[in-house]
Protein backbone atom coordinates (compact mmCIF):
# COMPACT_ATOMS: atom_id res chain seq x y z
CA UNK A 1 0.00 0.00 0.00
CA UNK A 2 1.40 3.24 -0.57
CA UNK A 3 2.52 5.50 2.15
CA UNK A 4 0.46 8.87 1.91
CA UNK A 5 2.60 11.89 1.07
CA UNK A 6 3.16 14.18 3.68
CA UNK A 7 0.76 16.54 2.41
CA UNK A 8 -1.81 14.16 3.03
CA UNK A 9 -1.09 13.70 6.34
CA UNK A 10 -0.87 17.30 7.19
CA UNK A 11 -4.18 17.82 5.99
CA UNK A 12 -5.75 14.34 7.61
CA UNK A 13 -4.39 15.75 11.13
CA UNK A 14 -5.77 19.33 10.84
CA UNK A 15 -8.85 18.36 9.31
CA UNK A 16 -11.09 18.33 12.73
CA UNK A 17 -9.16 21.53 14.14
CA UNK A 18 -10.08 23.69 11.28
CA UNK A 19 -13.84 22.42 11.26
CA UNK A 20 -13.71 23.60 14.80
CA UNK A 21 -12.05 26.74 13.77
CA UNK A 22 -14.57 26.93 11.29
CA UNK A 23 -17.63 26.65 13.91
CA UNK A 24 -15.72 29.45 16.07
CA UNK A 25 -15.44 31.81 13.47
CA UNK A 26 -19.27 31.70 12.38
CA UNK A 27 -20.17 32.10 15.98
CA UNK A 28 -17.87 35.46 15.81
CA UNK A 29 -19.06 36.39 12.91
CA UNK A 30 -22.19 36.13 13.70
CA UNK A 31 -22.51 38.03 16.98
CA UNK A 32 -21.69 41.40 16.31
CA UNK A 33 -24.61 41.28 13.83
CA UNK A 34 -27.21 39.41 15.51
CA UNK A 35 -26.42 41.50 19.21
CA UNK A 36 -24.94 44.90 18.15
CA UNK A 37 -25.36 46.18 21.24
CA UNK A 38 -23.00 44.30 22.79
CA UNK A 39 -20.71 45.09 25.12
CA UNK A 40 -17.44 46.60 22.95
CA UNK A 41 -15.11 43.79 24.88
CA UNK A 42 -17.05 41.12 23.30
CA UNK A 43 -17.13 42.79 19.92
CA UNK A 44 -13.52 42.97 20.02
CA UNK A 45 -13.06 40.19 21.16
CA UNK A 46 -15.20 38.45 18.13
CA UNK A 47 -13.04 40.74 16.04
CA UNK A 48 -9.94 39.43 16.99
CA UNK A 49 -11.08 35.75 16.51
CA UNK A 50 -12.21 36.48 12.70
CA UNK A 51 -8.78 37.35 12.41
CA UNK A 52 -7.23 34.80 14.17
CA UNK A 53 -8.90 31.79 12.69
CA UNK A 54 -8.54 33.53 8.90
CA UNK A 55 -4.47 33.53 9.96
CA UNK A 56 -5.04 29.90 10.80
CA UNK A 57 -6.23 29.29 7.91
CA UNK A 58 -3.36 31.14 5.75
CA UNK A 59 -0.63 29.33 7.69
CA UNK A 60 -2.61 26.33 6.62
CA UNK A 61 -2.46 27.18 3.46
CA UNK A 62 0.89 28.21 3.32
CA UNK A 63 2.52 25.19 5.31
CA UNK A 64 0.18 22.72 2.47
CA UNK A 65 2.67 25.06 -0.18
CA UNK A 66 5.64 24.30 1.52
CA UNK A 67 5.00 20.16 1.66
CA UNK A 68 3.83 20.14 -1.90
CA UNK A 69 6.14 18.47 -4.00
CA UNK A 70 5.49 20.61 -7.22
CA UNK A 71 4.25 24.24 -5.80
CA UNK A 72 3.63 25.82 -9.02
CA UNK A 73 1.06 23.01 -9.68
CA UNK A 74 -0.70 22.92 -5.88
CA UNK A 75 -0.90 26.95 -6.37
CA UNK A 76 -2.43 25.91 -10.20
CA UNK A 77 -4.63 23.38 -8.77
CA UNK A 78 -6.04 25.41 -5.68
CA UNK A 79 -6.07 28.94 -6.48
CA UNK A 80 -9.29 28.79 -4.91
CA UNK A 81 -7.87 28.05 -1.74
CA UNK A 82 -5.44 31.29 -2.34
CA UNK A 83 -8.53 33.63 -3.39
CA UNK A 84 -10.47 32.71 -0.14
CA UNK A 85 -6.94 33.96 1.91
CA UNK A 86 -6.39 36.74 0.02
CA UNK A 87 -9.63 38.16 -1.19
CA UNK A 88 -10.76 38.73 2.45
CA UNK A 89 -7.44 41.30 3.15
CA UNK A 90 -9.35 44.12 1.02
CA UNK A 91 -11.47 45.93 3.20
CA UNK A 92 -14.86 46.38 1.77
CA UNK A 93 -14.56 42.13 1.02
CA UNK A 94 -14.76 41.89 4.62
CA UNK A 95 -17.81 39.12 4.11
CA UNK A 96 -16.07 36.95 1.98
CA UNK A 97 -14.41 35.59 5.32
CA UNK A 98 -17.37 34.12 5.85
CA UNK A 99 -17.08 32.30 2.27
CA UNK A 100 -13.58 32.09 2.07
CA UNK A 101 -13.96 29.60 5.40
CA UNK A 102 -16.39 27.78 4.50
CA UNK A 103 -14.60 27.21 1.16
CA UNK A 104 -11.82 26.45 2.64
CA UNK A 105 -13.17 23.63 5.15
CA UNK A 106 -15.17 22.39 2.25
CA UNK A 107 -12.13 21.86 0.02
CA UNK A 108 -10.62 20.21 3.23
CA UNK A 109 -13.42 17.94 4.28
CA UNK A 110 -12.72 14.14 3.02
CA UNK A 111 -15.89 11.95 3.53
CA UNK A 112 -17.35 8.68 2.08
CA UNK A 113 -18.57 9.12 -1.56
CA UNK A 114 -22.27 7.99 -0.56
CA UNK A 115 -22.13 10.96 2.16
CA UNK A 116 -20.55 13.35 0.25
CA UNK A 117 -23.81 14.53 -1.85
CA UNK A 118 -25.86 14.85 1.27
CA UNK A 119 -23.38 16.60 2.97
CA UNK A 120 -22.69 19.10 0.51
CA UNK A 121 -26.26 19.48 -0.11
CA UNK A 122 -27.22 20.33 3.40
CA UNK A 123 -24.11 22.02 4.17
CA UNK A 124 -24.62 24.37 1.49
CA UNK A 125 -28.55 25.02 2.38
CA UNK A 126 -27.32 25.77 5.89
CA UNK A 127 -24.32 27.92 4.80
CA UNK A 128 -26.11 29.72 2.19
CA UNK A 129 -29.10 30.65 4.37
CA UNK A 130 -26.59 31.64 7.08
CA UNK A 131 -24.30 33.99 5.23
CA UNK A 132 -27.41 35.65 3.27
CA UNK A 133 -29.28 36.34 6.66
CA UNK A 134 -26.50 37.76 8.44
CA UNK A 135 -24.76 39.61 5.39
CA UNK A 136 -27.89 41.71 4.31
CA UNK A 137 -28.98 41.96 8.66
CA UNK A 138 -25.45 43.97 8.42
CA UNK A 139 -25.86 45.54 5.74
CA UNK A 140 -29.87 46.89 5.88
CA UNK A 141 -30.54 46.86 9.48
CA UNK A 142 -29.61 51.11 9.44
CA UNK A 143 -30.71 51.64 6.10
CA UNK A 144 -33.12 54.56 5.76
CA UNK A 145 -35.71 52.62 3.85
CA UNK A 146 -34.75 49.35 4.77
CA UNK A 147 -37.59 46.71 5.88
CA UNK A 148 -34.76 44.24 7.14
CA UNK A 149 -34.14 45.17 11.06
CA UNK A 150 -34.13 41.45 12.88
CA UNK A 151 -32.50 38.02 12.50
CA UNK A 152 -35.52 36.85 11.76
CA UNK A 153 -36.47 39.32 9.01
CA UNK A 154 -33.49 38.61 7.29
CA UNK A 155 -33.30 34.71 7.60
CA UNK A 156 -37.25 34.80 5.68
CA UNK A 157 -35.72 36.92 3.56
CA UNK A 158 -32.97 34.67 2.60
CA UNK A 159 -34.99 31.24 2.46
CA UNK A 160 -37.73 33.27 0.08
CA UNK A 161 -34.97 34.76 -2.00
CA UNK A 162 -32.57 31.36 -2.26
CA UNK A 163 -36.23 29.75 -3.25
CA UNK A 164 -36.57 32.36 -5.61
CA UNK A 165 -39.91 32.77 -4.53
CA UNK A 166 -39.56 36.29 -3.30
CA UNK A 167 -42.97 37.26 -1.50
CA UNK A 168 -41.55 41.03 -1.54
CA UNK A 169 -42.08 41.79 1.97
CA UNK A 170 -38.91 41.86 3.01
CA UNK A 171 -35.43 43.32 0.63
CA UNK A 172 -33.03 44.97 0.16
CA UNK A 173 -32.49 48.91 -0.39
CA UNK A 174 -29.25 49.45 -0.79
CA UNK A 175 -26.61 48.11 -3.53
CA UNK A 176 -25.01 46.00 -1.59
CA UNK A 177 -27.83 44.49 -0.27
CA UNK A 178 -29.49 44.42 -3.50
CA UNK A 179 -25.94 42.50 -4.61
CA UNK A 180 -26.35 39.90 -2.50
CA UNK A 181 -29.61 39.04 -3.00
CA UNK A 182 -28.43 38.45 -6.77
CA UNK A 183 -25.76 36.29 -5.65
CA UNK A 184 -28.23 34.51 -3.25
CA UNK A 185 -30.72 34.38 -5.86
CA UNK A 186 -28.41 32.90 -8.76
CA UNK A 187 -26.76 30.22 -5.57
CA UNK A 188 -30.07 29.37 -4.84
CA UNK A 189 -31.08 28.25 -8.25
CA UNK A 190 -27.65 26.64 -9.19
CA UNK A 191 -28.40 24.50 -5.96
CA UNK A 192 -31.99 23.50 -7.42
CA UNK A 193 -29.87 22.29 -10.22
CA UNK A 194 -27.36 20.51 -8.72
CA UNK A 195 -30.10 18.58 -6.64
CA UNK A 196 -32.53 17.70 -9.33
CA UNK A 197 -29.71 16.75 -11.72
CA UNK A 198 -27.92 14.14 -8.59
CA UNK A 199 -31.51 12.95 -8.24
CA UNK A 200 -32.00 12.30 -11.46
CA UNK A 201 -28.80 11.07 -12.45
CA UNK A 202 -29.36 8.13 -9.29
CA UNK A 203 -32.68 7.31 -10.58
CA UNK A 204 -31.30 6.39 -13.88
CA UNK A 205 -28.20 4.59 -12.25
CA UNK A 206 -30.72 2.98 -9.97
CA UNK A 207 -32.40 1.62 -13.52
CA UNK A 208 -29.36 0.84 -15.02
CA UNK A 209 -28.77 -1.45 -12.41
CA UNK A 210 -31.71 -3.05 -12.51
CA UNK A 211 -32.04 -3.12 -16.19
CA UNK A 212 -28.61 -4.73 -15.85
CA UNK A 213 -30.03 -7.67 -13.30
CA UNK A 214 -32.90 -7.93 -15.43
CA UNK A 215 -30.59 -9.05 -18.64
CA UNK A 216 -28.26 -10.89 -16.54
CA UNK A 217 -31.39 -13.01 -15.18
CA UNK A 218 -32.23 -13.25 -18.69
CA UNK A 219 -29.13 -14.71 -20.44
CA UNK A 220 -28.62 -17.22 -17.33
CA UNK A 221 -32.54 -18.01 -18.49
CA UNK A 222 -31.33 -18.80 -22.38
CA UNK A 223 -28.62 -20.79 -21.11
CA UNK A 224 -30.57 -22.85 -18.93
CA UNK A 225 -32.98 -23.45 -22.00
CA UNK A 226 -29.99 -24.08 -24.02
CA UNK A 227 -29.25 -27.32 -21.70
CA UNK A 228 -32.27 -28.64 -21.42
CA UNK A 229 -32.84 -28.81 -24.95
CA UNK A 230 -29.36 -30.59 -25.15
CA UNK A 231 -30.54 -32.86 -22.82
CA UNK A 232 -34.08 -33.62 -24.78
CA UNK A 233 -32.05 -34.03 -27.89
CA UNK A 234 -29.57 -36.50 -26.15
CA UNK A 235 -32.55 -38.43 -24.70
CA UNK A 236 -34.28 -38.66 -27.90
CA UNK A 237 -31.29 -39.95 -29.73
CA UNK A 238 -30.59 -42.75 -26.99
CA UNK A 239 -34.61 -43.44 -27.25
CA UNK A 240 -34.19 -43.86 -31.28
CA UNK A 241 -31.09 -46.13 -30.76
CA UNK A 242 -32.30 -49.99 -31.55
CA UNK A 243 -31.22 -52.04 -28.47
CA UNK A 244 -29.45 -55.54 -29.25
CA UNK A 245 -31.48 -59.19 -29.11
CA UNK A 246 -29.39 -61.51 -26.90
CA UNK A 247 -28.27 -64.27 -28.04
CA UNK A 248 -30.29 -67.30 -26.63
CA UNK A 249 -28.26 -70.79 -27.67
CA UNK A 250 -25.20 -69.49 -28.41
CA UNK A 251 -23.71 -69.25 -32.56
CA UNK A 252 -23.06 -73.16 -32.91
CA UNK A 253 -26.00 -75.03 -31.52
CA UNK A 254 -28.18 -72.81 -33.71
CA UNK A 255 -26.45 -73.46 -36.66
CA UNK A 256 -27.32 -77.27 -35.69
CA UNK A 257 -30.38 -77.19 -35.39
CA UNK A 258 -30.92 -75.18 -38.43
CA UNK A 259 -28.92 -77.87 -40.53
CA UNK A 260 -31.16 -80.63 -38.69
CA UNK A 261 -34.26 -78.79 -39.77
CA UNK A 262 -33.34 -78.42 -43.18
CA UNK A 263 -31.52 -81.43 -44.00
CA UNK A 264 -32.89 -83.74 -46.93
CA UNK A 265 -34.94 -87.41 -45.76
CA UNK A 266 -32.84 -90.19 -46.59
Not at 30 to 42: E, H, Q, R, Y
Not at 176 to 197: D, F, H, K, Y
Request: charged share 20%; glycine share 8%.
Amino acid sequence: MKEPSRQARWERRTQVPLLVLAGAFALAYAVPIVVPDADAGVLRACTYAEWVVWAAFAADYLVRLGLATDRRVFVRTHWLDLAAVVLPLVQPLRLLRLVATLLLVGRRARMAPQIRLTTYVAGAVVGLLMFGSLAVLSVERDAPDGNIKNLGDAVWWSFTTMTTVGYGDHSPTTGLGRVLAVGLMLSGIALLGVVTANIAAWFIARFERDDQAERLQLAAIRELQGEVRALRAEVARLGADPAPVPDQGGGAAGDGRAQAVTAPTP
